[in-house]
């Protein structure tokens, strides 16, 4: 008979485990231990993130329906210019598909990620989010302050704010975006009547940093400098006009001053600005095409591309990324980088009729490494993009509705 | 220039409303760190390690204090925290480095004492327990030691309850293949010259 067997062993082993647990003389655990531990964690946790990436930058995703494009194209770098040798041994191609089934698995994003309610930071330690709403963009800075973008079913945004020492802010209204600067010192937003905020480390409440933009929807695109008096923040942020849809591109400072991101007026949108006076974004946008350009001072620009639309520089701001000149559905089909001082391309992939794969939020792991969520086939993955071409798995699959992504990368905007 | 933060007069206020979560927290602290203690042994197998966890589980309570809008949860919360820590994969790998060279003697010295009035039983059974893989081990702890249900376990480890019954399943076969013959009446029937 098995069930006497069982219950003997089930019962034997409730009394072996409870004689063995009663018996344990406790060393008794005081709050200063605990808030010291939670302290180091803390600092893990900051440390995690800001680990081998200078910075993670936020990237524009461009709002404008591009059409494909035909012309302006600059001479091409070879197709398989490898900048950055991986530990892969294999031969990189990098022109291979966009195809994320089969690549091998590597470590996990090093500014952590989000999926379920739960952030994960790349030392494989985690912590629960409980937020207000469902979280968009997050970010966790230097001091360990966990800063949450989130939006309601409704679409309204909001920001909520945990600093170091566990306290909550917040919720701050919020328009949409959220971007960390370079060192991870501050993170930034813009509010419905157009005023940017910043959320500094070790501070215990938001900054204004400047007068509020003028007019219609903001949109907070990316950030540079750490706010200090030495290197101040400068916010790039897009206000669209909700009469006639006019964009308008603003740097924001944290020293006071709002100026226009491209007063040469050479690009029609800005994606991404440096504090070094680099600046990538569209020179035009037009019926079916478009073309986008890297310009590094006040004259013209450097070089143009009109086979993608660029995004944001690395964070050593040799690289830029770039995606579709054509964004039409939920993500783009092909995922690229190029050199900031040449022009050429240094990895392409692109997807076909058979791997259907796009990409939506993309940001800099470091200076030579891109992590993208990626969608293929009713499953979501995180893959890291190396500018040599090569291609791997940072963050599993995950089962997913194919217009929104159940994962979160730290820094996405 | 950095301008000063907007509400300078609201550090006092969050200064108070930090030292009151502080206080609540310290009396949840006292008051289950050793129930704690007890299953972080169990899951453990030694008392430095046990401690360990359970100081992390409580560090990592302490960080989301103030997110834990539902107090009736705590308990069934930072018992999560307590088991997920100590089966992530990390945690294993780092507790194997520091702990290989000095495993043996941390255990001959750090053991409780026990009853042997059950002729030796139990600390056999409690031998081979140590020796299930770590998820096993915690569904047998939380099951027949916690006393929760499948479900209950299933929601502490983040599993499905078929998961539970397959490893309590393979978790019981293993102790009885392994345990003292006394608990294993198909040797004892074997043996029996009756």
Known sequence: MSQPEYDDLATQLTRTLTDRADALSATPLG??????RARSIRRRRAATAVAGTAAVVALLVPTAALARHSGERPEPGPATQSTTP??????????????????????????????????HLADGDTATVSSRHRVDAFAVLSDGTEVFHTLTDQGVGSVEVTDSGGTEHGPYPAGFGLAVDDSRTAAAWVSPDGQVRT????????????PPLPGGAAQVASMSGDCSAATPCRVLVRTTDQTTGKSTDHVVSSDGTTAPADPAHRFVDVSDVSGFGLVAGYTRIGEGDSCSAVASGSGPVDWKTCDHSLLAFSPDLTSVSADSDFRSGTGSSVLAAYDVATGHLLFEHRSTLK?????TSTVWEDDTHLLATVYQHGRWSVVRFGLDGSMEIAVSAEQGRNFESPIVLAGQP | MDRPPEDRTGATAVAERRTARDSDFAAYLAARQPSLLRTAYLLTGNRHDAEDLVQTAFAKLYLSWDKVRDRGSIDGYV?????????????RAWKRREHAADDVVLHALEEPHHDLADDGVGSALWDVVQTLPR?????????YYEEL???ETAAVLGISVGTVKSQTSRALAALRERAPQTLNPRTSEEDDPS
């Open chain 1, 199 to 210: 959320w500094v480390a070790t501070h215990t409440a938001p900054t204004a940093i400047a």
């Open chain 2, 79 to 91: 018992r999560r925290i307590l088991v997920n820590e100590h089966n992530s994969l990390w945690r």
């Open chain 1, 355 to 359: 791997t259907q794969a796009f990409v």
């Open chain 1, 31 to 36: 709050l200063a231990e605990v808030t010291g």
């Open chain 2, 149 to 151: 249900s499948e479900a």
């Open chain 1, 86 to 119: 991986t530990e892969t041994s294999a031969p990189v191609d990098a022109r291979a598909p966009l195809d994320v089934r089969g690549l091998p698995e590597g470590k996990p994003p090093a500014n952590g990620y989000l999926v379920a309610g739960l952030m």
């Open chain 2, 135 to 143: 998820r096993a081990r915690a569904v047998v702890v939380l099951r």
